[in-house]
């Protein structure tokens, strides 16, 4: 037995060193890495409108038909940053416009006013190196000059400077304050500053204001008055005549400008597997709003995939998941007081990727243009405030999938503090909506405050709109304060469509 077992032991022995003599395969290597089976996928993007500018919701620009389409056309010198001081906005008027020669931001800068003449006139104006006399800024019966100039990426703010003159029964003086909580509150830089009939320079100190407060709109207000007219002709309050000219903001801007006041300038992108629909790739990157030939790449492996993009140019940060896993999680809200931001997207459906390609991505407004136009005949120059709340539920759009059960509690309001002139008593904000199939109901309620800050009126208005409409309600603002009155709704074809409703 023993014979056997130590023979049954040299045989399996001797299999094995066999074996083990024999040489082994070599593993063949992959062909590729897995970051070389990476394929860039190029977004080209278009459709956002860069002539959709935030908008201006502490006053109303009063320009004309035609001086709004210079204004469009026009090709306005810029600035350039400098360690030194230098003019930061500049008004010269030869143009005959109310458009500034120089700005940090030309399309955020406004001059608007309230006067007899409710269109700006323009005589022999005050030359001021390096700009000849030319024109200047003529009004009959000034009350208020409002001039409002954007201060962001400003670093100090020096002097503000204008030239001005009268006629013999115009104002011989002006009080001057500024604000920089888009006019709620104004400071007095100077109540008593005699103007004469000849040209006067004036200049004002800045330098004491704090720079925190450059992140607002910085307003300027001019207020004429009689003033003390010695042996000269009595006062003509309606057709007396105030001219001013070079209207200039000195400070020091060394910071090259984003582009946006408003801070906020982003893409942001979620990319998933058509298969399973979990995330496959998301992020954020810079967007320049102003380039109408947009990019954006990303590195994929091959597959099948579907994606969301959308931008948000604003001052506040949307509303979105903290995580998201899979494509019925994403959902993107923006709060009502974000009332400037310019929100824009696209729906991007499955593409395969096996090597590198370019897609046409088109982007969409994800929101709505909401408008009102007071045609009262009465002066609205009392009206202190406006407070709008939404009356309907927030708007939380989910690109791939609806969960009736909202993640957003937003009870923000807009605050407005409106300088209506003559010609132009609206105001306007923007209603985030994301991609919608068919309209739905938007209410919204509107309380004004007159100068004393005492709530005269509250009403109600609603209609029925998708997103991309521009929605104008018109109708009187102070007439519900005796009796009840509608609003006229219109549609604008501009967009997708536009709706006028009465209130």
Known sequence: MMKKFYVRMLYYVLVLLTYSSCEKPIPELPSESAADELQPVTFKLSGFSSTTKPLDLSASTILSKKEASLANLASLQGISPSASEQYLYFWSFNDENLIPDLAVYTDLATLTFTATNTEPAFTTGYGLSPYPAGKCLSLKGAKTILIKMPLADVEQLTTFAFDAGSSDTGPKNFKLSYSTDNGEHFTSLSDDNPMPIDRNRYSFDLSMINSNFYTADFLIKIEPFEGDRGDGKPYNEATGTVKIDNVRLSGIYNTPSTGNPQGISDLHYYIFNAEDHLLAAQGITPFDASNTNSELTIKLPPGSYYANLFSNVSSKELLLPSTVEQASSLYLANAFENAQALIFGANIPTFQVEHPMESEVILKRYFS???????????????????????????????????????????????????????????????????????????????????????????????????????????????????????????????????NTPF
Request: aromatic share 12%; net charge negative.
């Open 369 to 499: 243009q909401i408008k009102f136009e007071f045609t009262d005949k009465d002066d609205l120059s009392f009206i202190h405030k406006l407070i709008i709340k939404p009356l309907h539920t927030s708007f939380v759009y989910r690109p791939f999938g609806s969960d009736p059960t909202s993640p957003i509690v937003d009870e923000s309001v807009i605050t407005l503090f409106p300088t209506f002139q003559t010609n132009d008593n609206s105001i306007a904000f923007n209603q985030f909506m994301g991609d919608l199939s068919e309209p739905v109901t938007i209410s919204y309620t509107v309380q004004v405050y007159d100068a004393a800050d005492e709530l005269i009126r509250t009403f109600d208005v609603s209609s029925a709109i998708k997103n991309n409409i521009q929605l104008t309600f018109t109708g009187d603002l102070l007439s519900g304060v005796d009796k009840p009155s509608a609003f006229q709704v219109n549609w604008n074809e501009e967009w997708d469509g536009s709706l």
